[in-house]
Structures are given as C-alpha cells and as structure tokens.
C-alpha cells in the first residue's frame, strides 16, 4: 500500500469529507492528527496576489511582481520566456508561502468582448496550449504547482455563474479543450479548475463527462480538480462528477452533506476516498517544497521588462521608429503618468513596483525636450480643454506619443466589454493629434483587440502595450527608441468592425444559454472562411528589420500518420538591425470528409537573426496535425490525402508551401449504417465493394444501366436515388429483390462491420 492510500485508510469519514472542502477561502483543511499539512493556494496567472492573511476578508495581498497579462504574453510566442516567467512566479510563491498558483487561463477567445480576455492566451488552441503549457512548467519545476482553469467552455463574463454554453462535440474537442489537452498532457498541472458555467447544460463542476471521462480518463489528468470559487451548486453531484476540491471554504453544511450521503448510501465511499487520494498527492508533494525566505523583487522587475518587451506587437510604421534622436516629444495621455499595467478582479496584483512610462522615456531621451498634456480623463466624459492642451504641445513638437489606455469600466473580470471602441475622447483626442502632427506614435494598453479605423489613418506608428505589467512603462521605451526590435505578433485578429466577428450573432446569448453557432470557426478559421478583411490578422507584427523564407521542405512528400512529418526553412534577416522572426505553420486539408478551417496552425518558431544572418528553422508536425475529430466515432482520426503545409509570417502573409500525402493507418470502425446514404456508401472505401455489385445489378435490373451505358434521364434518377438512405433504397426495390429489403440491408450491414456472412 503506498503512503497516500494508507493515509487514505487511516482517515475517518468526517476527516475525508472535510479535506474535500477549503478550511478557508485560500487553505485545505489539515487534518494535525495525521500530520497532513494545509495547501496554501493564491491568484493568479501573472503575479501572485497572495492576501496578507488568508482567514480574513480583506483583500489586500502582499507586494508581488506583476508580470504582463496572457494575451500580452501569448503575443512573445516565446515558450522559453514564460518558462523563465513561471521560474520566477514560483520563487515569488516560495517566498510568500504559496503552494499552488491559479492559474494559468487557458479558455479561448470566442469573441474579443469576453471581459476577461485579457487573462486568456488566444484564439487559437495550438498557441493557447503551448504558452499554457510552457507556463505550467516554469512553475512546477520549482515545486509550485499550478491550476489551469477554467475548465471549460468559460469565454464570457456575462451570466458566467449560470449560463450554458450550447457547444457541439466537434467544436468542443477541436478549439474548447485541445489548449486544456496540450497543457494537461504536456506539463501536468498539479490541479485543474473547473469553470463556473454549464456546458451543455450541465454545470462545470458536475460534469462527469469533462472531469472524469476526458480530462481524469483520457487524458491521464493526475492530480486533483478544484472548483472555481463559489463554483459548486450540489457538493455531491460534484464529487460523483470528479470535482475533487470545493474551493472556497469554511463550508461545513458541505461536509455535512458529504458524510450523509455516504451514510445514507447515496455516495460511494470510494469516491470520495479517490477524491482524497489525490489532493493528498498534491499536499504532499507541496509540502516537499520549503517555503519563505525572500524574492529578488529588483531582478523580477527587470524580467518583467524584459518580458513586456517582447510581447509588444508593431502594428503600424511609416517609418518614424525606432525614434531618430528627436528634439522636442510631445508626451500624451493620462496613461504616460498613470501606467494601465493590469486587469481587474481576482488577478489584481499589488505590484512591488510600478515604472511611469513617461519618466521611463525621460531616461533614454537623451537632450530631448519632453512635454506633457493628459488629453482624456479618468472617467468617459469628454473634455475639449485637454484636447486643445495636447494639440498645442503636438504641434510644436517634432513627435507626438499619444499614450492611451483603455480604461477599466470597459475591460475587467465581471463583465463583458460593451464594444471594440476606444473612448470617444480618446478617438477625438487621436483626431486632433494627428491633423496637427503627422509624426504621432500611439502606444496602446488593452486586454483585447480594438477598432481602428475611426483613427489609424492618420498616425505614423501604432504600437500594441498591452496590459504590460509593472515594467511596462520601460519597455515601450526600449521598443520607442529601438534598445529593443519589437517582435511580437498578434495572437488574435484584429477586426474592422465587431459585427464582423466570429460569435456577433450568438453572444453573449440569451434565456440562460448562449449558443456556439460559429463553431470551429472562431478567430482566423472565420475570417478564412468568410473571406473577410480584417485591420490585423492572428500572426501579424512588424519588425526593425525584414525577413526573408526561402528553401522550404518537408522530410517526408509521403508519410504515415504516426510519423508525422518536419518542415523546414531558411530565414534571413535582410534588414539592417538583429531582430527575431516568428515563423508560423499552419495545415490546410485539400478534402475532408467534413467541413474543416482552411488553415490551421500546428507549429511555429521564433529565431533570432543578426542582419544578413540565416537561420534554418525546422518544425515538427505530429499526427495531430492533420487530424480532425470525428464526432461519429467519437474520436480524432485521419485521413488519406494531400494536405498543404503553409509556412507564414502571419496567417495572412505565406511565404512558402509544399504539398504532402499523409496515409491513414488507423483502423477505423465503419460510420455507415441503414439510413446512410446510397452517395454515403459509395464514398465510404469498405461500403462501396460491397454494395456496389448488388446496386450495379439493380440498376440494370430495371434498365438503368444498359449496353450502350446510360443516357441522361437514368442519370437523373441515378442521381436522385444517391441520396436515399440504404434502408429506404432497398425498399423501393422491392419488386425486383429475391430476399425481403431488410434482410439485404442487415446483409450489407453486417458486412461492412466485419461480420462475417
Ligand atoms: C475566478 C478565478 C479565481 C478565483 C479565486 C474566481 O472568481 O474566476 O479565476 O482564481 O476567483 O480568486
């Protein structure tokens, strides 16, 4: 017997009931008589809000580093770096005694209105998983664990504790859960938090089918799941689903009801004995974690700018940055004083520190004569005076920054964004700016993507800040003054307009349930599809320098599945300062037996070049690559044919392709069955031998197919008898079958399944 199940066996029941829920609103339950230690969990993705006192209400947390947000930091593509950012989150939560950090977001952006989006990675599931992933490792290898959450379907604030999110199989399986799947597979979280909402009707928290059947069963998920706070509606429902802890706690009419029920026989003991097994293997494998001492909060923030930096996306530059020694800078925007670092709700971090980008300007401006105008106000008033202030110090200046941020109220947990658009002070505020100045530089800080168009006409550069963390200010400084190559692109497109997005028609939904109706097709995958321009696409951003991709190939032209196939290129930088690149490859089906996205991503690079330098860049692609989910097997499966590898600086910017044929070597159970069509059948490769010489002879049975092959009026009818089912088909035969129709179908059924005659 090992250690944990011997602890298991030696807890009574009111013990085993009472570990399953918090002891307080941020601690485990310890059970002293055993030694078992209480978890200490805090918040959250981007630097740790670790309250002073985790029994009280308060909320003000300890001094901790505050990191940019995930969709700054999916915008680096750079794996390396947020390990290197999980290494020093962890140290933070040693020093102030955190066991488990929750976090990181792994949800996808369905529509860029979600409040919340600024905590969450992407639109695509492949980069979503992969930053998850590089996340969870940095942390846990410091022996801090972490919470990828929320699990699943959790893209919108709006009625978030209630609504169900109405997503078919298919699209579940192919952009909902492969970011939890990557994650889960790859970096084995120590926990998983489920979401608050229902999914198909079901609340997160008791959904069997998501907690234990996909995520424990298959998926190998092996520590334990934890509810969001408050998440948790019948605590044994919960249990039976696989929600191992409810979070948050004191809660003892829950306990109350856990012991009941296994009193009564309404739940068996060995579920809640497999629940406590596997928080106790989280416990004790945090407990072999020392904790406390001190963080090096200077270096933190230095890292943070080092971080913040590479997140930043070039948007637009006519060619005014990196900035040439200007004389005179017109300083704009209330957010050059106040950074706009973070989002707010529970990832709200007291920071240790906070760079003001104004006085980070200063520092590297050399003689250069900075002047300052606030331009808009806190709140979404307009005022014409601040305007005309910052007009007056534009149009002396050689260049104007126009810092803005989009203010809280429009972008937070809690509560969906009520659209894309800057204030309309802000809007003015650009206006005017620009017609005075043409060498005008908006710096932007926003979770999630903007409209442009009222106003980017008129501007020289756009740079995307982000929420940028405490060192932000700093950054966009190095990336203004060219101490740093801006390199980040986009993980999420741009749009023009919110009525061109993805989920437009079916967000935030309606009656308690909100509908997925785009399915597969969110982010890029729809703007594909409907061929829609958009202001940026999902992989975009400018560089100081230029790159070239030349020499592309691919190991294998043909290949089985299972060996998946590596593509490489040539990247040179053909510019005049070092720079790094993001190479991006995405898979297009040339025929599926279903509607897929054009294109999807399934690898990328990020290489760093000195001018004239060349690099070869090589990805591989694994089976999954080029699958896709089959919801009438129930599972992802391949198929044979010519797929195009497309190797991109963006999604909408392919500089090379090849083509490959991929051979299935999957035994798949035959999907056809009595009401599949008589077309179904014969594209099927085991159902058309077999009906095909009963049907051929059917056909000439009744004088649709003769001698001289068929004329056009047997084609019609040929055509019109494709697509009855096999069932019906046979019945209209009737007349001219030996054996009753039924039989015959039953015949051919049993063959195609593989049963012998
Ligand atoms: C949020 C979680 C967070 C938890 C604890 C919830 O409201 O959804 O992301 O980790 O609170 O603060």
């Known amino acids: 017997m090992s250690s944990i199940q011997s602890l298991v066996a030696q807890m009574t029941l009111e013990e085993k009931a009472a570990l399953c829920t918090g002891e307080s609103a941020w601690t485990t339950t310890p059970i002293q008589r055993l030694g078992v230690p209480r978890l200490l969990v805090s918040d959250g993705p981007h630097g740790l809000r670790r309250v002073a006192d985790v029994y009280s209400m308060a909320n003000k947390s300890l001094p901790a580093t505050c990191f940019p947000t995930a969709s700054a930091l999916a915008s680096s593509w750079d794996v390396e770096l947020l390990h290197e950012m999980g290494q020093a989150l962890a140290e933070e939560a040693i020093a102030l005694d955190v066991d488990v950090i929750l976090g990181p977001g792994a949800n996808m952006k369905r529509s860029p209105l979600c409040g919340r989006n600024f905590e969450y990675f992407a639109e695509d599931p492949y980069l979503a998983g992969t930053m998850a992933a590089a996340l969870i490792e940095g942390i846990q290898s410091q022996g801090v664990g ?96 696989g929600l191992d802890l409810e979070m948050p706690g004191p809660k003892p009419t829950r306990v109350d009801a856990v012991i009941e029920a296994v009193r009564n026989g309404d739940l068996d003991e060995a579920v809640l004995d497999e629940a406590v097994r596997r928080i106790l293997t989280i416990v004790c494998r945090a407990a072999q974690t020392p904790k406390g001492g001190e963080f090096d909060a200077a270096a933190h923030h230095v890292l943070a700018r080092k971080i913040s930096a590479e997140t930043i996306v070039l948007l637009k530059n006519n060619g005014l940055l990196p900035l040439q020694n200007p004389q005179h800078v017109a300083v704009i925007g209330r957010a050059a004083m ?22 980070e300007l200063q520092k590297l401006a050399g003689n250069a004569e900075l002047s300052f105008a606030e331009g808009y106000p806190k709140d979404d008033s307009r005022d014409p005076a ?184 040539d990247v040179t930088n053909t510019g005049a300062v070092a720079g790094q690149e993001i190479v991006q490859v995405y898979v297009h089906d040339r025929e ?20 004239g330098e060349t690099k070869t860049v090589a990805i591989q692609l694994d089976e999954r690559a080029f699958a896709y989910y089959d919801p009438a097997r129930h599972q992802w499966i391949t198929e044979d044919g010519q797929f195009d590898i497309l190797v991109g600086a963006s999604s909408a910017d392919i500089r090379c392709q090849a083509t490959v044929v991929l051979q299935c070597t999957m035994e798949l159970a035959t999907i056809l069955h009595d009401e599949s069509t008589i077309r179904a059948w014969f594209d099927d490769p085991i159902g058309r031998p077999i009906l095909e010489p009963i049907f051929n002879e059917l056909m000439r049975k009744g004088g649709l197919f003769s001698e001289n092959g068929s004329n056009d009026d047997s084609m019609d009818l040929i055509s019109f008898l494709m697509d009855l089912p096999l069932r019906s088909f046979f019945h209209f035969q009737e007349g001219s079958l030996t054996q009753p129709p039924d039989d015959i179908t039953n015949m051919l059924l049993d063959q195609v399944r593989g049963v012998k005659a």
């Open 146 to 241: 972490t919470s990828l959450k929320h699990y699943a379907a959790n893209n919108q604030e709006y009625e978030r504790f209630s609504i169900s999110a109405e997503v078919d199989e298919r699209t579940l399986r192919e952009i909902y859960l492969p970011a939890f799947e990557m994650a889960v597979k790859k970096a084995r979280p120590w926990t998983v938090m489920c979401s608050y909402n229902r999914i198909n009707g079901t609340f997160g928290s008791e959904h069997h089918q998501l907690l234990t059947d996909i995520l424990k069963n298959e998926w190998g998920f092996e520590g334990f799941v934890v509810s969001d706070w408050g998440a948790v509606h019948n605590r044994v429902a919960a249990l039976c689903a």
């Open 338 to 359: 106040e950074a706009h670092f973070q989002g707010g709700g529970s990832s709200h971090i007291n920071p240790t520190q906070v760079d003001v980008p104004f006085n």
């Open 386 to 569: 601040l305007i005309e202030q910052a007009v007056a110090i534009a149009q002396t200046a050689d260049v104007a920054l126009l810092y803005i941020a989009l203010p809280s109220y429009k972008e937070s947990e809690g509560y969906d964004r009520p659209d894309l658009d800057l204030t309309a002070q802000q809007v003015a505020l650009i206006q005017a700016v620009t017609a005075v100045q043409p060498n005008t530089v908006v710096i932007l800080n926003n979770g999630a993507p903007l409209a442009m168009g009222e106003w980017i006409g008129g501007t020289a550069a756009v740079l995307e800040g982000w929420m940028m963390g405490q060192a932000g200010g700093g950054a966009i400084a190095d990336v203004l003054f060219g101490r740093v190559n801006p390199a980040g692109k986009l993980a999420e497109t741009y749009p023009l307009r919110l009525a061109d997005t993805p989920a437009h028609l079916n967000f935030p939904g309606e009656n308690g349930v909100v509908r997925y109706g785009e399915g597969l097709f969110i982010g890029y995958r729809y703007y594909d599809a409907k061929e829609l321009p958009v202001q940026f696409p999902f992989g975009y951003g400018l560089s100081y320098t230029t790159f070239a991709y030349d020499n592309m190939r691919v190991s294998d032209e043909e290949f089985k599945d299972v060996q998946g196939v590596m593509v490489s290129v």
């Open 592 to 611: 599926s037996r279903l509607v897929r996205p054009y294109k999807e991503l399934k690898g990328f690079a990020k290489v760093s070049l000195q001018p």
